[in-house]
């Protein structure tokens, strides 16, 4: 996975970029890709009080555990990928990217 200079000011677009809009691009024509994501949302929602800071600073720790772990992005729908799937979700469909903010 790539982390250019400076992804972790933006780690929600970083996010979308790297991984989300792929991810979000299968989604309606894969129905269980779709629940899979869903109850990575809800474990989410669960988890941590879901607004723009909280869940870039989420993000930014999950990120780091993957690093950690030499995690790459295959494409395949493994933990990771499905909960920064889910993280990507919920940015955007909270707005959290709507503008040129980093987010």
């Keep these: 996975m790539l982390y250019p200079e400076g992804w972790s000011a933006a780690p929600l677009r970083w996010a979308m970029e790297t991984?989300?809009?792929r991810q979000l691009a299968?989604?309606?024509?894969?129905?269980?890709?779709?629940?899979?994501?869903?109850?990575?949302v809800a474990a989410l929602?669960?988890?941590?009080e879901v607004n723009e800071e909280t869940l870039g600073d989420y993000?930014?720790?999950?990120?780091?555990?993957?690093?950690?772990?030499?995690?790459?992005?295959?494409?395949?729908?493994?933990?990771?990928?499905?909960?920064l799937t889910a993280i990507c979700l919920l940015a955007r469909e909270l707005g959290y990217l709507d503008d040129e903010l980093p987010a």
């Design 19 to 21: 991984v989300g809009a």
């Design 26 to 40: 299968l989604l309606p024509e894969h129905p269980g890709l779709l629940a899979a994501v869903d109850q990575h």
């Design 45 to 48: 929602r669960e988890a941590i």
């Design 59 to 83: 993000l930014l720790g999950f990120v780091d555990e993957l690093r950690e772990r030499n995690w790459t992005f295959t494409g395949e729908p493994d933990f990771a990928t499905l909960r």
